[in-house]
């Protein structure tokens, strides 16, 4: 069974910084893309991130570039999102999300919770 | 950046009603597009994958139609449980952006 378990969020200043996990199982994780999606409260989804496999290539939406850094360690089954200067505009549910075969996103985490507020 | 847009917003049907919900992108993205259930307080299901594609273990009252700038998703016979947001994407080129959302209430 795909399983994807998200931590790391909480509560975090304007301007501070969050790393988020997510630790995979249940697949041969580094075969598979994955992706971060994002859901402010209230509002729709918003996809955030994008890494390969090998990790590369790896894409950002533009309201996180620059600020985010997705990464991957394929040996843990674990992927991150490093979240810098963040703002509230940033305060949402982010999930962790897999990428299936035209990149859909095929299983998703239950999702953690980041606040930004002072 | 591709536009994703959804019609209705909001619809009201009753248990046993066919559904039909629409999603336009800004440009040509083939069939590139999935659509996703989502009930308050979960994380969202995927259903249709690749415009038409039903995903594992979704119900075949389930259908995706369309390509290139124009798709559908119709609930052949709506469901208690088929109550919920519905959202399409483009998986045809990054940002991989998501439609505003159709919600389906009970009328």
């Known amino acids: 069974e795909v399983q994807l378990v998200e931590s790391g969020g909480g509560l975090v200043q304007p301007g501070g910084s969050l790393r988020l996990s997510c630790a995979a199982s249940?697949?041969?994780?580094?075969?598979?893309?994955m992706n971060w999606v994002r859901q402010a409260p209230g509002k729709g989804l918003e996809w955030v991130s994008y890494i390969s496999g090998s990790a590369s290539p790896i894409y950002y939406a533009d309201s996180v570039k620059g600020r985010f850094t997705i990464s991957r360690d394929n040996a843990k089954n674990s992927l991150y999102l490093q979240m810098n200067s963040l703002r509230a505009e940033d305060t949402a549910v982010y999930y962790c999300?897999?990428?299936?075969?035209?990149?859909?996103?095929?299983?998703w985490g239950q999702g953690t919770l980041v606040t930004v507020s002072s | 950046d591709i536009q994703m847009t959804q019609f209705p917003s909001s619809l009201s049907a009753s248990v046993g009603d066919r559904v039909t919900m629409t999603c336009r992108a800004s440009q040509s993205i083939s069939n590139y597009l999935n659509w996703y259930q989502q009930k308050p307080g979960k994380a969202p299901k995927l259903l249709i994958y690749a415009a038409s594609s039903l995903q594992s273990g979704v119900p075949s009252r389930f259908s995706g139609s369309g390509s290139g700038t124009d798709f559908s998703l119709t609930i052949s016979s709506l469901q208690p449980e088929d109550f919920a947001s519905y959202y399409c994407?483009?998986?045809?080129?990054?940002?991989?952006?998501f439609g505003p959302g159709t919600k389906v209430d009970i009328k």
């Open positions: 249940g697949f041969t994780f580094s075969s598979y893309e």
């Open positions: 999300a897999r990428g299936g075969s035209i990149r859909q996103i095929d299983y």
């Open positions: 994407q483009q998986s045809y080129r990054t940002p991989y952006t």
